[in-house]
C-alpha cells in the first residue's frame, strides 16, 4: 500500500473535554486532514519539543529517544496504519545496524512526541484518510500551507505568564530557569520567545 506524508498543522485544545488536545494532521501534498485527540501530557511533550524548549531533567518521551539512540536505533518513520471507532493506531517503525526494520506498536499521541524528537516524518495510509480524513469547505493547499508555516514558525503558548514585556532580561533568565525547573514548559517557551524578540 502506498503511504501518504502528513504534516503537524496544527495543536488545539479541545472544546468538548477540558484536558484533552487534537493535534491535527494535514496531507504534505493535499487537502485531508486527520484530527487525532490526545491527552495534556502528550500534547505538553509534543509543545516542547516543537518549541525547542530544553527542559531540566528529560521528559518520557525525551528518555525514550536517548535509549533508543544509546543502543543504535534510529527511528526512521511513524506510521498511522489503522482508525476503528475514532481511535487511531500506529507503528513506530525503527532501524537497528544497517538492514534490520523493527515495527513497534504505538500509542499515536507517542507516536507523534517521537516523531518531533527524531525529525522523522509521520505518514499514513489512503484508506486511513478516506476513513476518516476532513476536507474543509473551500480549503486549497496554499491556506494549509500558510496555517502550518504560522504554527511551526510562531507557536502559541496556552498560557502567557505575567507581563514579559515589563521585566529586565535577567529577570526574564530567572523566570525562564524557574519555570523548566517547575516544569512549566509553556510558560518557559513565552519567556524565551521574549528574549528572542530583544535580540
Same mark, same amino acid.
Given at each position: 500500500m502506498e503511504k501518504i506524508e502528513l504534516e503537524i498543522i496544527n495543536l488545539t485544545q479541545n472544546a468538548a473535554q477540558n484536558h484533552s488536545y487534537a493535534i491535527i494532521l494535514g496531507e504534505a501534498h493535499g487537502v485531508r486532514r486527520l484530527a487525532v485527540v490526545i491527552g495534556a501530557f502528550e500534547a505538553q511533550a509534543i509543545v516542547v519539543a516543537l518549541e525547542k524548549v530544553t527542559p531540566s531533567r528529560p521528559l518520557t518521551h525525551d528518555l525514550l529517544r536517548n535509549t533508543m539512540q544509546s543502543f543504535d536505533i534510529i527511528l526512521k518513520e511513524v506510521l498511522i496504519d489503522n482508525c476503528q471507532e475514532g481511535v487511531f493506531y500506529a507503528k513506530l517503525v525503527c532501524q537497528r545496524n544497517e538492514d534490520e526494520l523493527i515495527e513497534i506498536d504505538s500509542r499515536t499521541s507517542d507516536a507523534i512526541a517521537l516523531a518531533v524528537r527524531f525529525n522523522c516524518p509521520i505518514y @499514513?495510509?489512503? =484508506?486511513? !484518510?478516506? /476513513? *476518516? %480524513?476532513?476536507?474543509?469547505? %473551500? /480549503?486549497? +493547499?496554499? #491556506?494549509? @500551507?500558510?496555517?502550518? $508555516? &504560522?504554527? =511551526?514558525? $510562531?507557536? $502559541?503558548?496556552? *498560557?502567557?505568564?505575567? +507581563?514579559? @514585556? #515589563?521585566?529586565?532580561?535577567?529577570?526574564?533568565? /530567572?523566570?525562564? /530557569?524557574?519555570? !523548566?525547573?517547575?516544569?512549566?514548559?509553556? $510558560? *518557559? *517557551? &513565552?519567556?524565551? +520567545?521574549? !528574549? @528572542?524578540?530583544?535580540?
Amino acid at each position: 500500500m502506498e503511504k501518504i506524508e502528513l504534516e503537524i498543522i496544527n495543536l488545539t485544545q479541545n472544546a468538548a473535554q477540558n484536558h484533552s488536545y487534537a493535534i491535527i494532521l494535514g496531507e504534505a501534498h493535499g487537502v485531508r486532514r486527520l484530527a487525532v485527540v490526545i491527552g495534556a501530557f502528550e500534547a505538553q511533550a509534543i509543545v516542547v519539543a516543537l518549541e525547542k524548549v530544553t527542559p531540566s531533567r528529560p521528559l518520557t518521551h525525551d528518555l525514550l529517544r536517548n535509549t533508543m539512540q544509546s543502543f543504535d536505533i534510529i527511528l526512521k518513520e511513524v506510521l498511522i496504519d489503522n482508525c476503528q471507532e475514532g481511535v487511531f493506531y500506529a507503528k513506530l517503525v525503527c532501524q537497528r545496524n544497517e538492514d534490520e526494520l523493527i515495527e513497534i506498536d504505538s500509542r499515536t499521541s507517542d507516536a507523534i512526541a517521537l516523531a518531533v524528537r527524531f525529525n522523522c516524518p509521520i505518514y @499514513t495510509y489512503e =484508506s486511513v !484518510l478516506d /476513513q *476518516a %480524513g476532513i476536507v474543509t469547505e %473551500g /480549503q486549497v +493547499d496554499e #491556506s494549509k @500551507t500558510e496555517e502550518k $508555516k &504560522a504554527f =511551526s514558525n $510562531k507557536p $502559541k503558548p496556552v *498560557a502567557k505568564p505575567d +507581563d514579559l @514585556t #515589563s521585566m529586565t532580561n535577567e529577570q526574564l533568565h /530567572q523566570k525562564l /530557569q524557574e519555570y !523548566l525547573e517547575n516544569e512549566e514548559y509553556e $510558560k *518557559a *517557551a &513565552a519567556v524565551r +520567545d521574549e !528574549l @528572542t524578540r530583544r535580540e
